[in-house]
Structure formats: C-alpha cells, structure tokens
C-alpha cells in the first residue's frame, strides 16, 4: 500500500487546513486508518483513527473537538479536517494505515503503511 499526503501549509492561528490521503491499494477499504504528526524534538502523535467504514473515529484529547478524520472508499481516501488550528499544532503530519485491522486502533503498532508526510505550520 502506497499513501499519498498532501494539504498541508502555512495558516495563522485560528485557521483552517485539510490534509488528504490518498491510498493505491484497491483494498484500502478494509484497513483502518490514522493521522499522526511529529514536532521536532517530539514523539510522534497518533491524533485520530477511523474504521474501514468511516463509521467510528477517535480522537487525542489534544485535537478533539478540533479534527474531524472522515473517509471515502471509493475515492481511496482519508481526510483530516483541522479547525481552529493552535501554533502547537505545527508538525509533520501522516497518515497510517493498518492491514490487520478494520475497526477504530489506538495502538500506533498495529499501523504498517506510512505515507511521507506534510508540513503544517501555524503562525502566531
């Protein structure tokens, strides 16, 4: 499976962004899938995860309320809306998919595909 991330870029703060991922296996609808993101001199971050339909999502306490993680099957594709957007949100982002799992996992070891990530960054 290859990921594709785009969308993201600069915002000030209080902005708005939507990553995209676009996924080339034509079984991308039985994986589940997350977005996390790294700063420098951080640990990487599982912010969201969605299951195989789209039906369940989760969400970090940091970005709750904030992040909307949505899919389309037939398009192959995950979206993370990001709203009210905080300079500590500034970091690469990813997405992730998980072959072995179709509902909603927490658990950043279950994630075996990785896209190449995309810089956000929020100015003050």
């Known amino acids: 499976v290859q990921l594709q991330a785009s969308g993201g870029g600069l915002v000030q703060a209080g902005g708005s962004l939507r990553l995209v991922c676009a996924a080339s296996s034509r079984t991308f609808s039985r994986y589940a899938m997350g977005w996390f993101r790294q700063a420098p001199g951080k640990e990487r971050e599982l912010l969201s995860a969605?299951?195989?339909?789209?039906?369940?999502?989760s969400y970090a306490d940091s970005v709750k309320g904030r992040f909307t993680v949505s899919r389309d099957n037939t398009k192959n594709t995950v979206y993370l809306q990001m709203n009210s957007l905080k300079p500590e949100d500034t970091a690469v982002y990813y997405c992730?998919?998980?072959?072995?799992?179709?509902?909603?996992?927490?658990?950043?070891?279950?994630?075996?595909?990785w896209g190449q990530g995309t810089q956000v960054t929020v100015s003050s």
């Open positions: 992730a998919a998980s072959s072995s799992r179709t509902g909603v996992t927490w658990s950043p070891a279950n994630y075996d595909y």
């Open positions: 969605i299951n195989w339909s789209g039906g369940s999502t």
